[in-house]
DNA sequence: TGACGGTTAATTGTATACAACCCGGGGGGC
DNA sequence: GCCCCCCGGGTTGTATACAATTAACCGTCA
């Protein structure tokens, strides 16, 4: 791998899963000795983070890690919202067979798991979620559509919101999942893009409870 | 000016005026040359143009200049109508007097300036049309939004549109950016967006037609 | 004691040097 | 004559060295 890859993967890792906290300051020199490259490529990687709004760049003071305020996660869940529907509608349209199978299998998949409370189940059930809505955005064929969601849905914020679903979310994800399948199966762009906007507004109603009373 | 900030500006407007075409290699070199500064400072300029769209970076081979098909030109355009119609919405909802203001005067000279038609109109109505929209998401007061839309509303395929409108596809801009002032001041978010998601769709037709019946 | 200023260490920003890689051309083999 | 391989120029990718800027500490003075 790259050395300016390497870089990206080790930073944006240690930012989702917390390592560096939202607000931390980030040095150059720390990362470049973690991933074992120089600053060089750290610097490029730096800059794409920022790009996908992980980061923010002070001028002659460096990158912090992004924190947000409610006003950014409502914009979060609505453009998210509005995106991941796009994708399903064009998803709906040219989705291939093979695709659909693959999203279905991925759907069923994640509703068994989440039934079935096996080990590991709750990663299992991440897992095949961000699967499935990565799939479905390759079904959609956008690449220009697919560098934006990228920076939307790729957030600590999103892949985090998932281990605080109680059963019953759990439960309707799956069958909007399910449903999605059913929708781009019948190749019905308007009724896709309606289940995948009720999906996001179903996950952002579940951050706003678990945030509402509570910590900031 | 910061290095990378001048590599970063010289090398965007030469891409969105055409000095290099769609396609077209850009060699690192060159750049750092015609910008008076080095290699280092201009690689981060390329990353952060890729981020937003406008380069494509193959490994060991560098940056080209990004180009559309018509799917791209349609997504370009759909994005663009539900995030500008989003942030309508937030606008209706929280711009300040003074922001309205200011809105309701740019729409006015910019309706007046096609009109009057006097020297150097067009570029007036382009710069007029551009202050709007980025005051517009200024009232909307969301970052995450403005970092959005910028990749998508600094494309060349946009900003260049302009040029091409008839005299009634002027004034009906003009007609949409008053009617928008309106929703705004009677705080009115759900029309505030149906007027920009019809501005940007009338946009849109513009540009299918121009290029339905002739290049690629 | 508190506020101000200078000095220094740490960090970012930039330039330069070097290594890795791609691509095209020329020569040799079949 | 055609194909393959090797090599050299050019470009990207990375490391290192250096300049510019910041922030903090410490001492001095009111």
Redesign the interface.
């Known amino acids: 791998m ?1 050395a300016a890859e390497k870089a990206y993967q080790e930073l944006r890792s240690s930012i989702i899963d917390g390592s560096h906290p939202p607000g931390s300051r980030i040095i150059e020199q720390e990362v470049a000795a973690a991933a074992g490259v120089s600053r ?1 490529p750290v ?2 990687a730096l ?2 983070l920022e ?3 992980l980061l923010r760049f002070v ?1 002659n003071q460096g990158a912090f890690v992004r924190s947000w305020n409610a ?2 996660v409502e ?2 869940f ?2 998210r919202a ?2 991941e529907g ?1 994708a399903a509608r064009l998803a709906a349209r040219s989705a291939s067979d093979a695709q659909v199978a693959e999203l279905q299998s991925l759907a069923e998949q994640q509703r068994d798991a989440a039934r079935r409370r096996s080990r590991g189940w709750l990663n299992r059930v991440a897992d095949l979620n961000a699967r499935f809505h990565d799939l479905l955005q390759e079904a959609a ?5 697919a ?2 969601l990228a ?2 849905s790729n957030l600590p914020l999103v892949l985090q919101t998932f281990r605080d679903y109680q059963d019953e979310d759990l439960e309707r994800s799956a069958h909007h999942h399910l449903e999605l399948v059913e929708a781009i199966k019948a190749r019905d762009p308007v009724w896709a893009e309606s289940v995948m906007h009720a999906h996001v507004m179903a996950a952002r109603r579940v951050f706003r409870t678990l945030h509402s009373n509570g910590k900031d």
Do not use: F, N
Request: net charge negative; no cysteine.
């Open positions: 790259k060089t610097r490029e800059r794409r790009a996908e709004g001028p006003q950014d914009d979060i609505e453009l509005m995106l796009y064929q956008s690449e220009r559509l560098a934006t920076t939307l």
